[in-house]
């Protein structure tokens, strides 16, 4: 993706309840990828990539 090919990628579960829990960090968006890909594998809840840097999400689940 262009425009992020550096910084902190944090991966996120979006939970009704309990809000957003950060159950990754990542230092490029293919790791990030990758990381969302692995953890859609183990679980139901949205995820969704945000730039820590920007405080802003760069890409929501599948």
């Not at 309990?18 to 790791?31: K, L």
Request: glycine share 12%; net charge negative.
């Amino acid at each position: 993706m262009q425009g992020y090919n550096n910084g902190r990628f944090e991966l996120r579960t979006i939970c009704p309840h309990f809000g957003q829990t950060v159950v990754g960090i990542y230092e490029t968006i293919e790791q990030a990828l990758e990381g969302r890909d692995l953890k859609m594998r183990s679980q139901d809840l949205p995820l969704v990539i945000y730039d820590s840097i920007n405080d802003k999400p760069v890409l929501g689940g599948k």
